[in-house]
């Protein structure tokens, strides 16, 4: 077993909510932890049918409510995650923070991670956001960090150093699915939300510039989201219909589908953690053309793993593009060299190592 001696601890595992497809990779996470212990338990703030070893720790359906009343009990809002009585709790999204802030006590180790937007966007949109996260920083016994990016961010808002840890998101690196799947053209892609931070503005910008030079690609964008219609807006403005295809949400095995058909993955994000999409791209042995911000940097090693540029630079991006077009040795060397840190850094087996220590707290 990974873990051990933690067979007296009960941990309960929390998220507000985990999108199967968008969070794929909280699940296989769980499921690890979950068959080395038997006392770790998921805990949903609602019902998700994708996922059904997951509990609730809220009473919130009239059913639940008359189960706790036939037993003569008046149930507290989070009685299901009380009735568990853990020892640990883990929150996978800050956001969880305020409907289990009641019971935590001296005897309640709290470990809470953070991802992104939590400290990149929400503590800046008001004071009352600032102060939430101040609170979360104070009442926790350990922050973890997607990336030591994130972490130097909360250090500066206000989190004790000493508190601190970063894990990065891992993969199964023993699967062997990384074999590209033969094809005529050359294929550019992004795996992401279609929203802001992922910089969509700035990559249709650079594809505008390869079919201006002359270069002969296809570049698909798999994701959803609210910027869409203005996507739609920007590649018929640029002429780029037959150049770029918006695929939408892809479930895992479309994404691995995708990724084994392209020939480099694009990135041009303005702010970005850890990207999960990267390192994913990264394993299946893709050069990588991104930006130098937020996570980036940790998984990409610019000129060997693929190329790092400024945000907002869609000129740079495509004189990075071009590279890779010329030269599929490049594109091959660069996208070896990916996998292998991807195996070195980001293996599931030793971040559950880490996690070991984590929870004998």
Not at 178 to 186: A, N, P, S
Not at 214 to 236: C, M, P, S, T, V
């Amino acid at each position: 077993m990974i873990l051990s001696n933690l067979s007296e601890k009960k941990i309960a595992i929390i998220a507000s909510s985990i999108n199967p497809i968008k969070q794929a990779y909280l699940l296989p996470w769980y499921k690890d932890l979950s068959n080395e212990d038997k006392n770790f338990q998921l805990f949903l703030g609602s019902v998700n049918k994708a996922i059904p070893y997951a509990k609730n720790y809220k009473v919130y359906l009239k059913k639940d409510k008359l189960y706790y009343l036939l037993k003569g009990k008046i149930p507290n809002k989070i009685q299901p995650l009380i009735d568990f009585n853990p020892k640990i709790i883990h929150l996978l999204t800050s956001n969880s923070f305020q409907s289990i802030e009641d019971v935590l006590s001296n005897d309640i180790k709290l470990v809470v991670s953070f991802r992104g937007f939590d400290l990149n966007v929400f503590p800046h949109i008001s004071d009352e956001n600032l102060q939430l996260t101040l609170r979360i920083f104070e009442k926790a016994t350990i922050l973890h960090f997607i990336s030591e990016d994130l972490k130097k961010t909360a250090i500066r808002i206000g989190a004790n150093p000493n508190k601190c840890i970063v894990i990065h998101r891992s993969l199964n690196v023993s699967s062997s699915e990384t074999g590209q799947i033969l094809k005529d053209e050359l294929v550019i892609s992004t795996i992401g939300r279609l929203v802001w931070e992922k910089g969509y503005i700035y990559a249709l910008e650079a594809m505008s510039i390869l079919k201006e030079r002359n270069y002969q690609f296809k570049y698909y964008i798999a994701g959803n989201g609210a910027d869409e219609y203005l996507l739609r807006f920007h590649i018929k403005r640029l002429n780029l219909e037959s150049e770029v295809i918006l695929k939408g949400e892809l479930s895992k095995d479309g994404v691995k589908e995708l990724l084994k058909r392209s020939d480099i993955y694009f990135q041009p994000s303005l702010s970005e953690a850890l990207s999960n999409a990267i390192i994913e791209a990264s394993f299946f042995k893709l050069p990588v053309v991104s930006s130098n911000i937020g996570g980036i940097p940790e998984v990409i090693e610019n000129n060997i793993s693929g190329f790092l540029s400024s945000i907002c630079k869609p000129n740079d991006y495509a004189d990075s593009l071009i590279k890779l077009i010329e030269s599929k040795e490049l594109r091959l060397q660069m996208g070896q060299k990916g996998h292998e840190i991807i195996k070195e850094k980001f293996d599931r087996v030793k971040e559950l190592k880490k996690w070991m220590l984590i929870y004998k707290i």
